[in-house]
């Protein structure tokens, strides 16, 4: 069965940088866009952007280019996710998310979340 | 960017009730909608996907219908585990957004 499981909770200064792994099992890795994902503490869901395993391009939500980074190590079918140049604003669970259909952009299956927390 | 409005925010139900969730797109994105539920510490769940269609596994009580700019997810009859926070997506066109999600609250 499909699982995606993410990497543990992080604690953060502003200013700094956090990486949220997501391990896949369960399915071809390199046929399904990895999609990320933030929920803010009283704030509703958010995209972040997704990556191509097979091409490892990249699209991102306009708010965080220049300050998101999404990679994958296809040898080991995970997916990473580096954000820069945290504040407080950034604070929120962060998930990342794989599609139903190849090629299509609401999500079946998702990670259990992985908490970030930015405080000085 | 197409913004998605959800309303009620809140909805205060009994157990048995007919309840209806609806979710404004503020341009056309056909029935490229997708309906989620989630519990507090849970991921989200998906039930239902262009627009009207139920995901494997999902109780025939919910319900999807709506094209264009307007959309509602309904629950026939509520059960307790039903008592959760609903959120709509569109994916016609990046950026994919989500309503601001509506709490489904027992009364």
């Known amino acids: 069965q499909v699982q995606l499981v993410q990497s543990g909770a992080e604690v953060k200064k502003p200013g700094a940088s956090v990486k949220v792994s997501c391990k896949a099992s369960?399915?071809?890795?390199?046929?399904?866009?990895m999609h990320w994902l933030r929920r803010a503490p009283g704030q509703g869901l958010e995209w972040m952007g997704w990556i191509n395993p097979n091409s490892g391009g990249t699209i991102f939500a306009q708010k965080f280019q220049g300050r998101v980074t999404m990679t994958t190590d296809t040898s080991i079918s995970t997916a990473y996710m580096e954000l820069d140049r945290l504040t407080s604003d950034d604070a929120a669970l962060y998930y990342c998310?794989?599609?139903?259909?190849?090629?299509?952009?609401?999500?079946?299956?998702w990670g259990q979340g992985t908490l970030v927390t930015v405080s000085s | 960017d197409i913004q998605m409005t959800q309303s009620p925010s809140t909805l205060s139900a009994s157990v048995g009730d007919r309840v209806t969730i609806t979710c404004r797109a503020s341009?056309?994105?056909?029935?490229?909608l997708a309906w989620y539920q989630q519990k507090p510490g849970k991921a989200p769940k998906l039930l239902i996907y262009?627009?009207?269609f139920l995901e494997d596994g999902v109780p025939s009580r919910f319900s999807g219908s709506g094209s264009g700019t307007e959309f509602t997810l309904t629950i026939s009859s509520l059960l307790p585990d039903d008592f959760a926070t609903y959120y709509c997506?569109?994916?016609?066109?990046?950026?994919?957004?989500f309503g601001q999600g509506t709490k489904l609250e027992i009364k």
């Open positions: 341009q056309r994105i056909s029935s490229w």
């Open positions: 997506q569109q994916y016609d066109s990046y950026l994919y957004t």
């Open positions: 369960g399915y071809n890795f390199t046929a399904y866009y």
């Open positions: 262009k627009a009207s």
């Open positions: 998310a794989r599609s139903r259909v190849s090629g299509t952009h609401y999500f079946q299956f």
